[in-house]
């Protein structure tokens, strides 16, 4: 690499898989075969290493492409934070940058020691205890066992396991295979650090532990993140991509540029309605909108939720609920009950409940919106619609971070 600080390049790297097994297993030796022959010309083999006016090749019976042209370069001190929906091909791309698998066009080039945490306990021989596994990683990524006597103990501080650290790994759970993997590659002090969604297994303490690390290694390594909690990749990263049908969906750009497209881009959730004899409910909307539509606000904006419920007989003393959903179906808003603001009276036929909140505090993304009704004890729930309407709020800045609020409730 001609950028001295440069640890990571990727150049139109693409990987395809086949449906079919028995396909599968022909294509490789066809593959193989192919690469081996020594009458293949040089420019169709330059072509597959990553030449940029080379066209992919055309797809065979039951191939597609998991990852799919994807360039990218990073510096030391960068951290990349990889989003997109389940299926994207975020996990594939990661399996080759480690070098698990290889691409099949493109070139990618990576300097220094790397250390990988792909998989749950990717690495350890879960015969072997704790202990072996530590000096059996360190062996295969070059240190001495004089070296890894002094990093073990750092290692096993780290982990929080010293009570099973001569067990078999095969006997230990998901969270401590996750603390002693990512105890291991961050102790080594690596030049690139790649971590894939495993820290969405540990508690909330070890989560927090690890992001600080993150934040530490970040100043002389460069890191991918791979997460789908959008708050992780806000807080450690420095740019970010979105991956969509393996393809590059946003940048490299700017982690909250990236977050806001991928949430801009989730779905909600499926309206889910639930209600008892008597109740009727006939739609909901945001603000002026029509019903149904998704709402666009901006930080400090009031939101006003309007939801039509028909009821059969008039119910006095009644309470409605509202509560507001992240997209990782966290509440981060809600009109709860104080006693007061959200006692309601409903009249016979056609109502329109509705909820106020005055200033929106949320991040960018999106949110959606429950409604509940419940007797006069506030126990027993009459009607019920979740993902009823959802909104979306951009502006933000970066650093604005959800906050639990209140509103209030009327019946017109």
Same mark, same amino acid.
């Given at each position: 690499?001609?950028?001295?600080?440069?640890?990571?390049?990727?150049?139109?790297?693409?990987?395809?898989? @086949?449906?079919? =097994?028995?396909?599968?297993?022909?294509?490789?030796?066809?593959?193989?075969?192919?690469?081996? !022959?020594?009458?293949?010309?040089?420019?169709?083999?330059? +072509? $597959?290493?990553?030449?940029?006016?080379? *066209?992919?090749?055309?797809?065979?019976?039951?191939?597609?492409?998991?990852?799919?042209?994807?360039?990218?370069?990073?510096?030391?001190?960068? %951290?990349?934070?990889?989003?997109?929906?389940?299926?994207? &091909?975020?996990? $594939?791309?990661?399996?080759?940058?480690?070098?698990?698998?290889?691409?099949?066009?493109?070139?990618?080039?990576?300097?220094?020691?790397?250390?990988?945490?792909?998989?749950?306990?990717?690495?350890?021989?879960?015969?072997?205890?704790?202990?072996? !596994?530590?000096?059996?990683?360190?062996?295969?990524?070059?240190?001495?066992?004089?070296?890894?006597?002094?990093?073990?103990?750092?290692?096993?501080?780290?982990?929080?396991? &010293?009570?099973? =650290?001569?067990?078999?790994?095969?006997?230990?759970?998901?969270?401590?295979?996750?603390?002693?993997?990512?105890?291991?590659?961050?102790?080594?002090?690596?030049?690139?650090?790649?971590?894939?969604?495993?820290?969405?297994?540990?508690?909330? +303490?070890?989560?927090?532990?690890?992001?600080?690390?993150?934040?530490? =290694?970040?100043?002389?390594?460069?890191?991918?993140?791979?997460?789908?909690?959008?708050?992780?990749?806000?807080? +450690? @990263?420095?740019?970010?991509?979105?991956?969509?049908?393996? %393809?590059?969906?946003?940048?490299?750009?700017?982690?909250?540029?990236?977050?806001?497209?991928?949430?801009?881009?989730?779905?909600?959730?499926?309206?889910?309605?639930?209600?008892?004899?008597?109740?009727?409910?006939? &739609? %909901? #909307?945001?603000?002026?909108?029509?019903?149904?539509?998704? +709402?666009?606000?901006?930080?400090?904006?009031?939101?006003?939720?309007?939801?039509?419920?028909?009821? /059969?007989?008039?119910?006095?003393?009644?309470?409605?609920?509202?509560?507001?959903?992240? *997209?990782?179906?966290?509440?981060?808003?809600?009109?709860?009950?104080?006693?007061?603001?959200?006692?309601?009276?409903?009249? /016979?036929?056609? !109502?329109?409940?509705?909820?106020?909140?005055?200033? =929106?505090?949320?991040?960018?993304?999106?949110?959606?919106?429950?409604?509940?009704?419940?007797?006069?004890? !506030?126990?027993? $729930?009459?009607?019920?619609?979740?993902?009823?309407?959802?909104?979306?709020?951009?502006?933000?800045?970066?650093? $604005? #971070?959800?906050?639990?609020?209140?509103?209030?409730? %009327?019946?017109?």
């Amino acid at each position: 690499m001609s950028d001295s600080e440069t640890l990571v390049r990727v150049e139109h790297v693409s990987k395809k898989f @086949c449906k079919s =097994l028995k396909r599968s297993l022909w294509y490789g030796v066809r593959d193989t075969l192919h690469e081996l !022959n020594p009458f293949v010309p040089k420019e169709e083999q330059e +072509a $597959t290493d990553g030449n940029a006016s080379f *066209q992919l090749p055309e797809l065979r019976r039951d191939e597609f492409w998991a990852v799919r042209d994807i360039s990218f370069e990073l510096k030391r001190g960068e %951290c990349l934070g990889i989003i997109g929906h389940n299926g994207a &091909g975020k996990s $594939t791309l990661l399996k080759m940058l480690n070098g698990l698998i290889k691409p099949d066009t493109g070139r990618i080039e990576m300097r220094g020691c790397i250390g990988a945490l792909i998989e749950l306990g990717a690495g350890f021989n879960p015969i072997l205890t704790g202990r072996e !596994n530590i000096y059996s990683k360190g062996a295969v990524l070059g240190f001495t066992k004089r070296e890894m006597d002094g990093k073990f103990d750092a290692i096993v501080d780290f982990a929080e396991i &010293g009570d099973f =650290l001569d067990m078999p790994v095969q006997h230990y759970s998901s969270g401590m295979k996750v603390r002693l993997g990512f105890a291991v590659s961050a102790q080594m002090d690596p030049d690139v650090l790649i971590i894939d969604e495993v820290l969405a297994v540990g508690d909330m +303490a070890f989560r927090m532990k690890c992001l600080n690390l993150i934040g530490r =290694l970040r100043q002389s390594a460069a890191l991918i993140l791979v997460s789908h909690a959008m708050p992780q990749i806000a807080r +450690a @990263c420095t740019s970010g991509m979105v991956l969509q049908d393996g %393809c590059v969906d946003v940048g490299p750009t700017s982690a909250s540029e990236a977050i806001e497209r991928h949430q801009g881009s989730s779905p909600t959730g499926e309206r889910i309605t639930m209600v008892t004899s008597g109740f009727h409910y006939c &739609g %909901c #909307s945001v603000g002026g909108n029509r019903e149904g539509e998704s +709402a666009v606000l901006r930080l400090g904006d009031p939101l006003r939720v309007s939801a039509r419920i028909e009821v /059969e007989e008039a119910r006095q003393g009644v309470f409605a609920w509202a509560v507001v959903w992240n *997209q990782e179906a966290r509440p981060v808003g809600a009109v709860m009950d104080d006693g007061r603001a959200n006692r309601v009276s409903l009249s /016979e036929g056609m !109502n329109s409940v509705e909820i106020v909140v005055p200033s =929106l505090a949320l991040r960018n993304g999106k949110y959606s919106v429950s409604i509940s009704i419940k007797n006069e004890n !506030n126990r027993v $729930t009459l009607l019920r619609i979740d993902n009823a309407v959802d909104f979306q709020v951009v502006g933000a800045p970066s650093t $604005t #971070s959800d906050v639990l609020f209140q509103g209030e409730v %009327c019946v017109r």
